[in-house]
């Protein structure tokens, strides 16, 4: 059956920069490609340059370039969307179900993952904002900026003009926060409730909004999914000047030519970077392709204090079971004799399998023992660190744990990503998230809660149990999964135990072995 499918007949909108004309799908409408700034390589972005006429916002625009190509794998788990890449990359979509600018619909503002390196607006097929739009009633917005060492590369010690070059993917999101608030009345949403939220490397990008004076009022409430990753993925310090030499080097340019970098085609200077930058990381050297604190970004809230802007927002942060357990476990978790789980625990925690089985019981009653294999501590150690931190500076902060198991790959646990389809009413686009008499009450449940969060700052939705903001001596988190509850501090002796327990962690290992079996 067709679809309903509207062009013509719909208005043309009025923005700070000219008339857009987007499309009606199945009711709702939709506007892709809008160009929300523009920049030169390595600079401070400035306002989209005004246009004459009507422009179409039809078609998503160029996603920045990264520095690797990207893996066709884990289609399963994360259905990916590729797209041709180009600096000229400043651009935002909007879906909405109104076109009146006093609707006042609440914002969603959606912040990519990949990191700081990869990703964009439409690089998961579950980012799509349609059915989030549509059956949450709400504005939702996706953006694309620069990433890696075209957003986050400081080139201060070569000029003036490069003062911002270091967080310049950071000032982009601050710029598109700056647009949506001059224009997203027209698309019938709020520019006085705005929520963003991100995931993984997105979620680290909300982190850094909240540091960011400047972004200070331009969103009211904040949600990181898998976005606190403590000192596994630290943001930037040091002297850039030893890479850029290397860099130069590499190219065959001297140190009085570093302006040429500004117009080297990205292949090659891409190319420089990924040949070089092992061995100045080697040497504790700046490598970028993360924040650097500064002026403009302070700095993440546990290590120097929150800004009182970010005080004064509800904040959702959580994590899901598994995270970067990519691969299947190599035995039955169903069938295994107990004796033999002892022995593969002991091996991996370094004989104190059977003490961590009895904790982990504890904290996750009901969950297959084996599931310790699995368990993530990555982001979940950092994440209990910034509820109980924000907290005790006074925030509302409101703390969740994605736990359902899914039939694949012998009973497989939440991966990194597995709940952004259901914070975005997009099972039906990730088959492996299809669980029958599962996925679609979960799916409500978790939506509801994002929903009423966007419209009041508090996850209270009527098929949840009553879940209150953390305190910093009470970690309230609710554990989404068949059954959801929320469990206080349950995890405390796990963490702990299992910090003791674990060899020491290596994250490029860890890396290279996702990167092998899924995108990112």
């Not at 370039?65 to 994360?78: A, C, I, S, Y």
């Amino acid at each position: 059956m067709a679809g309903q499918f509207q062009y013509d007949s719909l208005p043309v909108l009025e923005t700070k920069a000219g008339k857009l004309r987007g499309y009606q799908w199945e009711g709702t409408y939709i506007f892709k490609g809008i160009r929300y700034a523009r920049a030169k390589r390595f600079q401070l972005p400035e306002e989209a340059e005004p246009w004459e006429g009507v422009r179409e916002a039809a078609s998503y625009g160029f996603v920045c370039p990264m520095l690797t190509r990207d893996n066709p794998q884990g289609e399963l788990l994360v259905p990916h969307r590729y797209w041709p890449q180009d600096e000229d990359c400043l651009s935002l979509n909007i879906w909405s179900q109104s076109l009146d600018r006093s609707a006042k619909k609440p914002v969603l503002f959606w912040i990519h993952g990949g990191a700081f390196s990869m990703g964009s607006s439409i690089e998961q097929k579950a980012y799509n904002g349609e059915n989030m739009s549509k059956y949450g009633d709400v504005v939702v917005v996706t953006v694309n900026h620069r990433l890696n060492i075209l957003g986050y590369f400081d080139m201060s010690p070569y000029g003036e003009k490069y003062a911002g070059s270091a967080n310049a993917g950071q000032a982009d999101l601050v710029a598109a926060l700056l647009w949506v608030r001059d224009n997203i009345e027209a698309f019938g949403g709020d520019p006085g409730n705005v929520t963003i939220f991100g995931q993984s490397g997105g979620g680290m990008k909300v982190s850094g909004l909240m540091q960011t004076p400047e972004a200070d009022g331009l969103f009211h409430k904040g949600m990181i999914m898998s976005g606190v990753a403590g000192d596994i993925l630290p943001y930037s310090t040091g002297d850039s000047r030893p890479l850029i030499r290397a860099m130069l080097e590499e190219l065959g340019l001297t140190e009085d030519e570093a302006g040429r970098l500004e117009t080297i085609p990205y292949h090659d200077l891409a190319a420089a970077y990924n040949r070089v930058s092992p061995a100045v990381a080697g040497a504790g050297g700046y490598i970028g392709c993360t924040p650097k604190p500064d002026d403009f970004y302070k700095g993440e809230g546990p290590a120097v204090g929150f800004t009182e802007h970010a005080k004064t927002i509800p904040v959702m942060v959580g994590t899901v079971f598994g995270e970067f357990a990519m691969a299947p476990l190599p035995f039955n978790k169903e069938q295994i004799p107990e004796a033999e789980l002892d022995a593969v625990l002991d091996n991996r925690f370094q004989g104190r399998g059977k003490e961590l089985k009895a904790v982990f019981a504890e904290a996750y009653p009901g969950k297959n023992p084996a599931d310790l294999l699995t368990l993530d501590t990555i982001f979940r150690g950092p994440t209990r660190e910034f509820v109980r931190a924000l907290a005790a500076a006074g925030g509302s902060v409101y703390s969740y744990l994605f736990a359902l198991e899914f039939p694949y790959q012998n009973q497989k646990t939440a991966w990194h990503c597995s709940d952004i389809p259901f914070v975005f009413h997009n099972t039906e686009l990730v088959p492996a998230a299809n669980i029958p008499e599962v996925s679609d009450r979960l799916q409500e449940q978790i939506f509801g809660a994002v929903m009423a969060f966007a419209r009041t700052g508090k996850p209270e939705y009527e098929g949840l149990p009553q879940w209150p903001a953390s305190r910093e001596d009470d970690e309230a988190t609710m554990i989404f999964d068949r059954v959801c509850e929320v469990r206080h501090n349950h995890d405390d002796r796990l963490l702990k135990l299992h910090a003791e327990a674990s060899p020491k962690f290596d994250l490029a290992a860890m890396m290279a072995k996702m990167g092998d079996e899924i995108q990112h």
